[in-house]
């Protein structure tokens, strides 16, 4: 069983960043992919990036690449999501997720809990 937490979330001024991290409770360096996803008020939980298990491959939603940087520290089992150049459209709870690879969040076996990001304008 995997236990992931994230924290980072908050409140931002439009072309502010913020950095989440995700925390996990066994060392991720074994075998998990990590993703990052959001969901927005009355929207579907949506795909933002994801880095496998040894940092080689990432994977960004068009929406966010050059803007978001996903990456992992093994030996601090946490995986980072760096946002810059927010804006509005960016506020959402994200949500990280491990055990799967792709966009689809069925693929997923373990989920946090999910940090709150707001971008003012």
């Known amino acids: 069983q995997v236990q992931l937490v994230e924290s980072g979330g908050g409140l931002v001024q439009a072309g502010g960043s913020l950095r989440l991290s995700c925390a996990a409770s066994v060392r991720t360096s074994s075998t998990y992919s990590v993703a990052w996803f959001r969901q927005a008020v009355g929207k579907e939980r949506a795909f933002v990036a994801a880095?496998?298990?040894?940092?080689?491959?990432?994977n960004y939603a068009d929406s966010v690449k050059g803007r978001f940087t996903i990456s992992r520290s093994n030996a601090r089992n946490t995986v980072y999501l760096q946002m810059t150049s927010l804006t509005p459209e960016d506020t959402a709870v994200y949500y990280c997720a491990a055990g799967g690879w792709g966009r689809d969040d069925k693929n997923y076996n373990y989920w946090g809990q999910g940090t709150q990001v707001t971008v003012s304008s």
């Open positions: 880095v496998n298990w040894s940092g080689s491959n990432l």
